[in-house]
């Protein structure tokens, strides 16, 4: 059967995943922080994903599940009782290798508790779950909702599949940037450490380990951390040399 679809349609459609994609590479780039993509991958996916109205990112935490994000609030309650219920998804996608869905709740559901509770209190009808693998390790699932029945298809679980890894990219790298960052600052700090111990040692003549206990009493007695009370002394003595 030939296509139906106009050409200018589909390359609306081509232009418009290819700005969305291009604003969440441009937040994975400027190494935003884990709340700020963890909401733009929400927010992207109605954009991205054939028959999505509703998505949310569950996260594992202890031996549970946390919505970090969600696009609106009817995602946020399905992801509700889905912790409620223990199925769903987003459940069984974090555990298992491969998407999880349903295109129409409202027959026969892999999760009836869930479904029972969806139908009844919210619009959606069909519901994907992708689960997120970061550094190796199974983290959560990305969620995705439709409000109309039989929405969600197999062209919708391959472009869940690409949202779902370059989420996982775009969250290792955030990972790996702030690990980068907190790298760079104990450096900084313990030169601004190093320092401080050279001038105690220099200006009382004591020992290093002497200079380092001095630092530390201090830092404990005004609830200061110790990287703030070597910074203040090394400042304190360019503002006297100066």
């Given amino acids: 059967m030939r296509d139906t679809v106009p050409d200018t349609t589909r390359s609306q459609a081509v232009g418009k995943s290819a700005v969305t994609f291009a604003t969440l590479a441009d937040l994975l780039y400027a190494g935003q922080d884990f709340g700020q993509v963890h909401q ?7 954009l991205l994903v054939e028959g999505c109205q509703h998505a ?26 889905e912790r409620i219920e223990n199925e769903g998804p987003c459940v069984d996608a974090i555990v298992s290798d491969t998407p999880q869905f349903d295109t129409d709740l409202s027959t026969s559901s892999q999760w009836p508790r869930l479904s029972r509770r969806v139908l009844a209190e919210t619009p959606v009808r069909g519901a994907a779950g992708f689960r997120l693998v970061i550094l190796g390790r199974k983290v959560g699932a990305l969620d995705l909702f439709s ?43 313990n030169r601004e450490i190093g320092k401080a111990v050279g001038l105690l040692m220099a ?34 003595h360019h503002r006297k040399l100066t």
């Fill in 56 to 81: 949310s990112l569950m996260l594992r935490q202890g031996s549970g599940y946390v919505t970090v994000a969600a696009s609106d609030d009817v995602a946020a309650r399905v992801d509700e009782f």
């Fill in 147 to 189: 409000d109309t029945p039989g929405a969600l298809n197999t062209t919708s679980v391959e472009q869940g599949i690409m949202l779902a890894s370059f989420a996982a990219v775009a969250l290792a790298a955030v990972h790996e940037h702030l690990e980068a960052e907190t790298l760079r600052a104990g450096l900084v700090s």
């Fill in 203 to 236: 200006f009382h003549n004591i020992p290093e380990t002497q200079a380092m206990e001095i630092l530390r009493t201090t830092s404990q007695e005004m609830n200061i951390k110790l990287a703030t009370v070597a910074q203040e002394i090394v400042a304190h």
């Fill in 40 to 46: 733009a991958i929400c927010d992207a996916a109605p």
